[in-house]
Every structure is written in structure tokens, then in C-alpha cells.
């Protein structure tokens, strides 16, 4: 059974850093599409990036050019180097297998971050 497992989050300050990271488990992780996910309070889930089993990135358009995802195979985990965090960043951060809108999508217990002064 496919499970994943997130962990990095905090707080820090307008313009800092975070690197998150998701280990996953219980099935062959190469062949599936990994992506960090978040959601606000009072917002749906929306898609932060993706990568394929070859490590080709998708980004939304609000976090591109300050975040980077990346998978390591061996370990079986995707990180999401965030820089530059702004306000609206703030949300917690989940991982998954596919989209919100999708079945079949596995999801872990997410990662608080928080980007305040």
C-alpha cells in the first residue's frame, strides 16, 4: 500500500528558505508522477509542482523561478527547495501520486508551513 510521508515545515520569515521532503513507500516509487501539493485555510488544494519518474518538473506559475522539486530515486523521496517564501505561501503542503481531483491519489498528513513576520 502506497504511503507517503512529509516532513520539513515551520516558520520563517518573508524572503527565507524551507526544504521539504517526502518519503514514500509500499510500492515501486519510479513509476509514478510525484507532486507536492497545498492548501490555505479557506482554499481548495491546488498543485505547488510535479516531477516524473524522470525528474522533469512542472511548476504553477506562482511558485516558478523560487521553488525546485526534485526526486532521489534510490530513497524514494521528493523534496521542494522553497525560496524566497512570501505571505501567500503559507499552507500546508502535501504529497501525492496525482492530482486532487483524481481517485486514485494517495496522500499523506501534510506539513505546516507558515511565512510571517
Known amino acids: 500500500q502506497l504511503q507517503f510521508v512529509e516532513s520539513g515545515g515551520g516558520l520563517v520569515q518573508p524572503g527565507g528558505s524551507l526544504n521539504l521532503s517526502c518519503v514514500a513507500s509500499g510500492i515501486p516509487f519510479n513509476i509514478y508522477v510525484m507532486g507536492w501539493y497545498r492548501q490555505a485555510p479557506g482554499k481548495q488544494r491546488e498543485m505547488v509542482a510535479t516531477?516524473?519518474?524522470?525528474?522533469?518538473?512542472t511548476y504553477s506559475d506562482s511558485v516558478k523561478g523560487r521553488f525546485i522539486i526534485s526526486r532521489d530515486r534510490g530513497n524514494n523521496t521528493v523534496h521542494l527547495q522553497m525560496n524566497s517564501l512570501k505571505p501567500e505561501d503559507t499552507a500546508v503542503y502535501f504529497c501525492?501520486?496525482?492530482?486532487?481531483?483524481?481517485?486514485?491519489?494517495?496522500w499523506g498528513r501534510g506539513t505546516q508551513v507558515t511565512v510571517s513576520l
Open positions: 516531477a516524473d519518474f524522470r525528474g522533469s518538473p
Open positions: 501525492s501520486n496525482g492530482p486532487p481531483s483524481s481517485p486514485d491519489s494517495v
